[in-house]
């Protein structure tokens, strides 16, 4: 194996890889603190803690195979406990998250699927959406919650979304998550079949408390895959970011109007805005109002 002999502490990042002399590639991404800090947000019950760790490192793998300055958002929809879920990645590898429950959601198992929490595979829809946010075109893949794990699912999204063959391992640790993306490339030939069996048999087989305890990304890769010539590139940093601010909150009140924002202070004496990502507060009072529309105030002036 290549490049593989500084086994410095993996968490929070995520590094890619590929076979030197095979059409496989790969990536493998450790979130704690990340997930750790995004989960603390809100008092999340232990199923929708699990699986919204289990889908951030889905969405960070996917998001790493990005072609564009985009983002990438799983969003599952459902009339169960769990009403709404939303995991966001972008391409520099920053994430968000947030979900909607009903108190049911505290009674079931921590180990319930994503169609358990969306009230059966009927009733809950789960899309991923790539969004370039550079004026292109949006993506969306429509998954059906038939299998029971996420890494199956997301594997099968890729097979009928995307066409690529692809294996996907995702351990979870309480608020530390790991995950593993095997992918076959596109244009692989039948010489690279052998070497797609046996690494995709591996990531299949690898049990969810090896995943976790191997120290280094270097250690993981050298355990799965010792008879491989694996490249593993330098690891990006990932992270929990959202992308809430005073100044967005101020656009969106002034889409509802000077009308209605001086009725609702008129009403209550302040106005405030909670993000249902990251839970910080925003609190507008009636100066503050005064200052969001002076602007408007001096076109018409004018």
């Known amino acids: 194996m290549s490049n593989l002999d500084a086994n410095p502490p993996f968490a929070d990042a995520l590094a890619r890889f590929v076979f030197e002399h095979s059409a496989v590639r790969g990536a493998i991404v450790s979130l704690d603190g990340a997930c750790r800090e995004i989960l603390d947000c809100h008092p999340y019950p232990p199923a929708l803690r699990r699986v919204l760790s289990e889908l951030l490192a889905a969405a960070t793998l996917l998001a790493s195979t990005l072609k564009f300055k985009g983002a990438l958002i799983v969003q599952l929809q459902g009339d169960g406990p769990v009403r709404l879920l939303v995991v966001e990645s972008d391409a520099a590898l920053s994430l968000r998250a947030t979900a909607q429950w009903k108190e049911t959601a505290a009674t079931l198992p921590a180990t319930a699927s994503l169609a358990e929490l969306a009230g059966g595979a009927e009733h809950g829809r789960l899309a991923i959406t790539l969004d370039p946010k550079d004026g292109g ?28 063959d692809s294996r996907m391992a995702i ?23 052998e070497t797609w069996a046996r690494a995709a048999a591996c990531v299949a087989a690898l049990p969810p408390d090896m995943l ?19 490249r ?19 656009n969106a009140l002034r889409m509802i ?11 209550q004496g302040l106005i405030g805005v909670t993000c249902e990502f990251c839970n910080r507060q925003y609190t507008f009072v009636a100066e503050d109002a005064r200052a969001l529309f002076a602007a408007e105030r001096s076109t018409v002036r004018h």
């Not at 976790?212 to 270097?218: F, G, M, Q, T, V």
């Open 171 to 193: 351990a979870t640790d309480g608020p530390r998550v790991r995950g593993l993306l095997l992918q076959r490339m596109p244009g692989a030939a039948a010489a690279d079949d």
């Open 212 to 230: 976790l305890a191997r120290r280094s990304a270097p250690e993981l890769l050298h355990a799965q895959f010792p008879h491989d010539d694996v």
């Open 257 to 267: 109007g000077r009308t209605e924002v001086e009725t609702i202070l008129a009403e």
């Open 137 to 164: 075109p949006l993506y969306q893949g429509i998954v059906a919650l038939e299998a029971h794990g996420i890494a199956t699912l997301i594997e099968h999204y890729l097979r009928t979304s995307e066409q690529i």
């Open 232 to 250: 593993l590139f330098k690891a990006r940093p990932a992270r929990f970011a959202c992308s809430c601010s005073e100044e967005r909150v101020a």
